[in-house]
C-alpha cells in the first residue's frame, strides 16, 4: 500500500499547495482593506496630470572650477502625481503636537489657519509619518520634479545668467543678491492664510508665495569639464531643496532660515511644506475592476 501511495504524494502535495494559494488569494481580494478610521479632516488634494518639463536640473553646478547655471533640459514625467492642494496649515500641524507624535514650533502661529512656518525638515518627515499612520495612506515630501510638476506655471527658473566666463563671478552672485533683497523689502514676509496666494492651473494653491517648502531632494554639488561633460558629482543628505521663489538648499534641523543653512542667494522668508500621496496597488487598477471590489 505505501510503495503504491509514494508515487502519488507529490503531486497530491502540490496540488493541496496550488488550492491552499488559490484560497488564500480569493479570501485576500475579497476581504476589505482595514485602515484605520482617521480622527483629522482628510487633506484636500490635486491630481496634477503626467506632462513634460523644460526643467532646470536641481543642483550647484561649476565647470572647469567656476560656478554655471544648471543644464535646463526635458523631462518626461509619465506618472499622474497626488498633492496636497495647501501647505499644511498651523492648526494641522497642531494636532501632531497633541498627539506626541511632532516636536512642538519655537513660535506657534496665533491662528490655525496660517500655513505653519519654522518647521524644519525632521518636522515635515515626523509629521508625514504621522499622517500616514492616521489615515492609512502613504504621505510623504515631493521631490524637486515632482514640485515643479506640481508648480506648473509658477515654477520660477532662477538661472543666473553664469556662464562660467565670468571673470569676477562675485558680481553676478552680489546682483542676485540686491535683486532678492528688493524683492524682499517691496513685500510683507508675515505668513498667511491658507490659499491667500491663489490657485495655479492645477488648482494647488500658494505655490511660490512667500512660503518655501521642503523637498526630498539631497543637494548635489556636480562638476563639469569645458566641453559641459559630467566629471563629478557629490550628494549631501544632510542638506535638502526647498522650493519657492528661488531654490535653496537648507540644512535638515533648520527650522529659521535666517539662522543659517543657505548658500545661494538671500534666505527664504518661512520655512513650510506639503506632502504628497503615494499612489496604492489599488489606484493603478482600472476603474471598472475596483467598482466589483467590496468596499
Known sequence: MAATLRPTLPGLTTSLG??????AAALLMAAPIRRPAPNLPLAQ?????????????????????????????????REPLEIMRYQVSAAEYARCVAAGACTPLDSPALRGDLAVTGVSHLDASDYARWLSRETGATWRL????????????????????????????ALRWLADYEREANRKAASNPAPRPVGSFGANEYGVYDIAGNIWEWTQTCLRR?????AGRTVGETSNCGIYIVEGQHRAPMTFFIRNPKAGGCS???PPDNL????????????????????????
Open 18 to 23: 496550488l488550492l491552499f494559494m488559490a484560497g
Open 45 to 77: 488634494t490635486a491630481i496634477v496630470p503626467a506632462t513634460t518639463l523644460l526643467h532646470r536640473l536641481d543642483g550647484e553646478y561649476s565647470r572647469a572650477g567656476r560656478p554655471v547655471d544648471a543644464p535646463r533640459v526635458e523631462i518626461n514625467i
Open 142 to 169: 515631493p521631490t524637486d520634479r515632482e514640485w515643479a510638476q506640481a508648480a506648473g506655471s509658477r515654477f520660477i527658473d532662477d538661472a543666473r545668467g553664469l556662464s562660467g566666463g565670468e571673470t569676477n563671478p
Open 222 to 226: 556636480v562638476s563639469l569639464d569645458a
Open 264 to 266: 545661494v542667494a538671500t
Open 272 to 295: 513650510g511644506f506639503r506632502l504628497v500621496r503615494e499612489r496604492s496597488w489599488r489606484d493603478r487598477l482600472p476603474a471598472s475592476f475596483i467598482r466589483r471590489l467590496p468596499a
